[in-house]
């Protein structure tokens, strides 16, 4: 299987910040990443998908990039709904191992 | 408008079964492939199995195969994942995740709202 890891686990950031969390698989999965965030008590919602295509109607101070084995996801301005917790998720191949996430708190 | 509606979570005893619903609306649910996908109290989310648009492939993390089994039915605009020999392991909020259309890398682009199992004797 694919392992998915991500860093930082958990970080702490101000409206405003340049948040960037990275991704990292155990072996090469081209561009098949997606992104999800997830707030407490709801369901995730997908972000970006092949590593760098934004899904209709996510804000565009969220990118992603990356291939291969390392990926990232960054928020240019943090704003106070983005607060929660980010997910990564391989999608090359099953079983479509997710990272630990990672959460993203006010300072 | 893009529902997908989980249903059928509950309390059972280790050993014991679940079958759990999710019922697609506002598309035409017999073009897409589905997955279910958990998430453990406090824990992290983890794929648990995907079938095709027409059934005809299914697939099943390690941690399920052999007790879980994933279905639908296209007629009923519903999918279905049959839970045996449960284990307090299993205990989580389960989701119905529909992929995108035409995408690859099987990204979830609709996500019902979840229902919780919990195996406890």
């Known amino acids: 299987d694919i392992q998915m890891t991500q860093s930082p686990s958990s970080l702490s950031a101000s409206v405003g910040d340049r948040v960037t969390i990275t991704c990292r698989a155990s072996?090469?999965?081209?561009?098949?990443l997606n992104w999800y965030q997830q707030k407490p008590g709801k369901a995730p919602n997908l972000l970006i998908y092949?590593?760098?295509t934004l899904q209709s109607g996510v804000p565009s101070r969220f990118s992603g990039g990356g291939s291969g084995t390392h990926f990232t996801l960054t928020i240019s301005s943090l704003q106070p709904e983005d607060f929660a917790t980010y997910y990564c998720q391989q999608g090359y191949t099953t079983p479509f191992t997710f990272g630990p996430g990672t959460k993203v708190d006010f300072k | 408008e893009v529902q997908l509606v989980e249903s059928g979570g509950g309390l059972v005893k280790p050993g014991g079964s679940l079958r759990l619903s999710c019922a697609g609306s506002g598309f035409t649910f017999s073009s897409y492939d589905f997955n279910w996908v958990r998430q453990a109290p406090g824990k992290g989310l983890e794929w648990v199995s995907s079938i095709s648009s027409t059934g005809g492939s299914l697939y099943y993390a390690n941690s399920v195969r052999g007790r879980f089994t994933i279905s639908r039915d296209n007629g009923k605009n519903s999918l279905y994942l049959h839970m045996n020999g449960l284990r307090a392991e299993d205990t989580a909020v389960y989701y119905c995740?529909?992929?995108?259309?035409?995408?690859?890398?099987?990204?979830?682009?609709?996500w019902g709202q979840g229902t919780l199992v919990t195996v406890s004797s």
């Open positions: 995740a529909r992929d995108a259309k035409a995408i690859i890398g099987t990204p979830h682009d609709y």
């Open positions: 072996q090469s999965i081209s561009s098949f």
């Open positions: 092949t590593a760098s």
